[in-house]
């Protein structure tokens, strides 16, 4: 079975613009998570997506928002970038909810802005 | 709101040493506990959980956790590390009480093994 795939894997933007990140679960996974690794904080989580519905959002302003298709595929977007949003942005799938079962994580999007 | 406490941040080890991490939590109810590892350019990947049972699991590579609710402590520990056991260690809860709660990681333990 593939595992979860991300792309792209590294992206550079610059202050203001806006940003796109996709996620592929694997086959059969239902549930797709969002978290923002950065050293020091570990994983802050940013919204999680269960059948095409947000069931969780983490403390992020607005300007983080996300989606998910029939397909399970999820996709992440940023707009207004700020410095502080260059984290490495890992997705991770599981079958149902993620605390109910295992997460299988991604390599993740590592994100500069500059 | 659910939080995580990884109390160490880093941790150096001579291989054959033994390990323990701790990992305390807050929430009132009824938990889901799982410990992750991300090995160097590696993805992370799960250890062990609990989810209900026993409070000694085992995971994979010699791992174990026990849960002790009364101090709300998920500590993971390991016998006999390995050079191998090179890694950074997640801590994480979800509340179950209520309905799913997010997934909280904690901040995270480096270990470091000196062969």
């Known amino acids: 079975k593939a595992g979860v795939t991300q792309t792209p894997r590294y992206l550079i933007k610059t202050r203001g613009q806006q940003v796109t990140l996709s996620c592929s679960p694997i086959s059969g996974h239902r549930s797709v998570s969002w978290y923002q690794q950065t050293p020091g904080q570990g994983l802050q989580f940013l919204f999680e997506?269960?059948?095409?519905?947000?069931?969780n959002k983490g403390n992020f302003p607005g300007r983080f928002s996300g989606r998910q298709f029939s397909n399970s595929r999820s996709e992440m977007n940023v707009s207004t970038l700020e410095l502080g949003d260059s984290a490495l942005y890992l997705c991770?799938?599981?079958?149902?909810?993620?605390?109910?079962?295992?997460?299988?994580f991604g390599p993740g999007t590592r994100l500069t802005v500059l | 709101a659910q939080s995580v406490s990884q109390h160490n941040h880093h941790v150096i080890l001579s291989e054959a040493a033994s390990l323990e991490l701790g990992c305390n939590y807050s929430?009132?109810?009824?938990?889901?506990l799982f410990w992750y590892v991300q090995y160097p350019g590696q993805h992370l990947q799960l250890l062990l959980k609990?989810?209900?049972?026993?409070?000694l699991v085992k995971g994979i590579k010699g791992f174990e956790a026990e849960f002790i609710k009364s101090k709300f402590s998920f500590n993971l520990r390991k016998p006999s590390v390995q050079w191998s056991d090179t890694a950074e260690y997640f801590c994480?809860?979800?509340?179950?009480?209520?309905?799913?709660?997010?997934?909280?990681f904690g901040t995270g333990t480096k270990l470091q093994v000196i062969p």
């Open positions: 991770a799938s599981s079958p149902g909810l993620a605390g109910g079962s295992e997460q299988f």
């Open positions: 929430y009132g109810g009824t938990v889901n």
């Open positions: 609990y989810f209900s049972g026993d409070p």
């Open positions: 997506y269960f059948s095409e519905t947000q069931r």
């Open positions: 994480a809860v979800r509340g179950i009480s209520g309905g799913y709660q997010k997934v909280t």
